[in-house]
């Protein structure tokens, strides 16, 4: 077995702060211990290096000349540490990381976060896309706004926008077919992504609980905003929630042929965090600032307060 050279972590702690302050009680207050205990690691120290790193006078002390060389070195190098450190430590708080589902963070967040970047300038923004279930675990994001799927159970949860969705088409296209008159005409067109579990889901609401979608291939886009675009160009009937694409409603991009909207039960878009985010000051300005927005969208949300999920 190798010889570790280095000894004890507490006992290199004590004597760095010992030899800064030449004082045992002065690094006894610095380390929150008592002036035997520093005194202890010390001597921890001298055992493991076989020498005096100090010289015990009557009303002081003084480092030996290797302890000099020791210190020097040492107390640089805890020097180095504390730069690494807090220079982390200012990243992390200037940093905010939001691990985003694609179609929220496209159909609603783009178009408002410079609000939020301007009213906090100290922050700097960083998205991740997040669109696989899998991906909502990791540990490197600061918060994680879920679609339609859980965010990890232990997880602080807060419940944004209703998995509501309908049918929605570009009017050309329901043109192309004389008009949408019954959900059953939807079905003379193509179908964007028909292994969709949404689908079956509306058209059972509809009253048509069997629906054939065996002339259209299977075409996963991987979110809202890909079937949107496609529905969009006129290319296809696209299963969305409305919320995200009132615009493209107003001004007549889309068409929503029925008002019959369903509902995934169980299933929303979520804003979550990790138990140890709650006193985070950039989480707490970005999960205020959501919900005034969102407010402002017309959801009725709750005032916020922290609840496990």
């Known amino acids: 077995m190798s010889y570790d050279p280095l000894p004890p972590v507490l006992a290199v702690r ?27 690691q010390i001597k921890v120290l001298e055992d493991r290096l076989g020498f005096p790193v100090f010289v015990r006078k009557a009303r002081k002390i ?3 000349d ?37 179609t929220f963070a496209s159909r609603w967040l783009a178009a408002r976060l410079f609000d939020f970047q301007i009213a906090n300038p100290d922050l700097a923004i960083r998205i991740i896309p997040t669109d696989n279930k899998d991906q909502y675990s990791r540990g490197d994001r600061d918060i994680t706004i879920s679609g339609c799927y859980d965010p990890p159970s232990d997880n602080v949860l807060h419940s944004l926008i209703p998995a509501d969705f309908t ?39 509809a009253g048509l609980p069997d629906p054939d979608f065996a002339n259209w291939p299977s075409s996963r886009m991987g979110s809202q905003g890909l079937e949107a675009s496609r529905a969009i160009a006129g290319k296809g009937v696209a299963i969305l929630t409305p919320f995200f694409y009132r615009t493209e409603l107003e001004s007549g991009q889309l068409i929503q042929p029925f008002d019959i909207v369903e509902n995934d039960p169980g299933m929303a878009w979520h804003l979550s965090y990790p138990p140890e985010n709650r006193s985070s000051r950039k989480v707490r300005l970005f999960r205020d600032w959501i919900f005034a927005e969102l407010r402002k969208d017309g959801l009725d949300l709750p005032q916020v307060g922290d609840k496990a999920a």
């Open 14 to 40: 004590a004597f760095e702060s010992v030899s800064r302050h030449l004082s045992f009680t002065k690094a006894g207050d610095e380390l929150g211990k008592t002036q035997a205990a520093v005194s202890y």
């Open 62 to 64: 003084e480092l030996t």
């Open 66 to 102: 290797k302890g000099m060389n020791l210190a020097s070195k040492v107390i640089g190098a805890f020097s180095d540490l504390r730069s690494a450190f807090a220079e982390i430590r200012e990243e992390n708080d200037t940093q905010l990381v939001i691990g985003c589902n694609a």
């Open 167 to 205: 049918p929605m088409l570009h009017p050309s296209l329901a043109e192309s077919i004389g008009g949408i008159n019954e959900p059953a005409d939807l079905l003379k067109l193509p179908i964007i992504d028909p292994a969709d579990h949404w689908w079956p889901l509306w058209f059972a609401k």
